[in-house]
């Protein structure tokens, strides 16, 4: 019988897993990446005979395909993905593709912010409590690499948007929506809805005997679950009013209640501070519960939990100026999380490759917070136009090392220098990870 035929569209880590997957379910297998390929994904390939090519898409060598898999990064205007839309071959995410070969049940995470943390919480949840565990998606080794390589009871997947768009029979037995707000607009044909819609594949296929975390003030939530019939059973977190089970916060108390069994702890013993935290707790810890953790596994985690670099990352102090690296904050919303959770007058870095950001929802936090702006984008035109008639000093640099010093001679003691772009990085920096280490690195050169 002829081996059917999987193309996989880029070679980076989630690539190059599903293509170890596809050849060891007995594809033949062919890997297409319109860049050049990093080296050490280059010699997992080549060890295991995966033939592959780099910085091309040869059309002859792709459209043969059977089943493409391809990368988040590739949007599906691309003409390679329209050649194969047009040629009816089905193009699949390589979450969707590991969910086949496996029977481990799933946590899945997703959302415009909090997605990150809400899963390195709850993967150390379920660590701590000795289960064989896999943490994948956006974070960690890719899915299908894990599903070919290791044999894990559980994974904790944070599942993008651009990942979810390419689900089709996937099933999360836990589904995280930690909330919604305007994000990779541009990838959505600026159509809010398309996000939303995007964003809710992550209850696709879910039964009654699974589970929907989700965040009960968040309005966009709130209004897409009036349209919606979800037959998983619903477990919502709220900061702002109790709830009859699920999560809420009373008398600086986060208390959880599910299966009639209740949960609480201070908000001051949590390991994560801040309103945003407090939400990505109540996520990890009712997950927790759905899986009948033990409650002292569950306490532990929450009050030790270390934080996630690049977000909120309150990494030195340089003659009482204190620099924070929240680089992965690409977008408002999280900005405006990281300036509410500020106590300090602040010096703020911003810019980067706009995603169709409104600045006018951060005006009453940075008129209260913010003592000056460095931007740090290429091209500033739409910041600087944001917020030139606030009266706040507003200074443009070349470089990462420049806008490090700038900001340490505009700050005072006491105040907070904090890199929080509302951008993508991708005009100066390899990606958000290269941003936040080397505004670290200039900061240990100050």
């Known amino acids: 019988m002829q081996k059917k035929r999987l193309v996989v569209l880029g070679a980076g880590e989630s690539g190059v897993g599903a293509a170890i997957l596809g050849i060891a379910r007995g594809y033949e297998t062919f890997v297409s990446d319109f860049g050049a390929i990093q080296p050490q994904y280059k010699t997992e390939l080549t060890v295991r005979g995966i033939p592959f090519e780099e910085n091309r898409h040869t059309e002859a060598l792709i459209i043969n395909a059977d089943l493409v898999v391809k990368s988040p990064g590739i949007p599906e205007k691309s003409p390679v993905v329209k050649l194969l839309m047009n040629a009816s071959i089905p193009v699949i995410s390589e979450i969707e593709f590991a969910g086949y070969y496996t029977h481990a049940k799933t946590i899945c995470i997703t959302g415009s912010n909090g997605k990150t943390t809400t899963t390195l919480l709850t993967y150390d949840l379920l660590k701590r409590a000795g289960l064989k565990v896999g943490l994948a998606g956006n974070v960690g080794k890719s899915f299908a690499w894990q599903v070919a390589e290791e044999d894990f009871d559980y994974y904790v997947l944070e599942i993008s948007s651009f990942q979810l768009d390419g689900m089709f029979d996937f099933r999360a037995n836990v589904a995280i929506l930690t909330n919604i707000t305007p994000d990779h607009l541009d990838r959505y044909n600026y159509q809010m809805q398309n996000y939303t819609d995007s964003k809710f594949r992550i209850v696709r296929n879910q039964t009654e005997s699974d589970f929907f975390i989700y965040n009960d003030d968040d309005p966009v939530i709130a209004e897409e679950l009036a349209k919606r019939s979800l037959p998983a059973k619903k477990l919502a977190f709220s900061t702002e009013h109790t709830l009859p089970e699920g999560g809420w916060v009373e008398d600086k108390t986060m208390k959880l209640n599910v299966f009639n069994t209740i949960f609480d702890m201070t908000i001051h013993e949590l390991a994560l501070q801040g309103r945003h935290n407090l ?25 030790d939990f270390q934080g996630v670099e690049h977000r909120l990352e309150r990494f030195m102090r340089v003659h009482e100026i204190e620099f924070i690296n929240d680089s992965k904050a690409t977008n408002i919303n999280s900005v405006w999380y990281a300036l509410e959770s500020m106590s300090t007058k602040v010096v703020w870095l911003v810019g980067g490759t706009d995603k169709g950001n409104d600045y006018s929802q951060l005006y009453d936090l940075v008129k209260e917070k913010v003592k000056a702006i460095v931007c740090i984008g290429v091209d500033n035109s739409k910041i600087i136009a944001a917020f030139k008639n606030m009266g706040i000093e507003i200074v443009e640099s070349e470089s990462m090392e420049e806008a490090v010093r700038s900001s340490y001679f505009l700050a005072s003691k006491g105040d907070s220098v904090l890199l929080s772009p509302a951008c993508a990085s991708f005009d100066r920096f390899k990606n958000y990870e290269d941003r936040g280490r080397q505004f670290k690195e200039a900061v240990r050169n100050l």
């Open 279 to 303: 939400n990505n707790s109540m996520a990890a810890g009712i997950s927790g519960m759905v899986l009948k953790l033990r409650k002292d596994d569950i306490r532990e985690c929450l009050s």
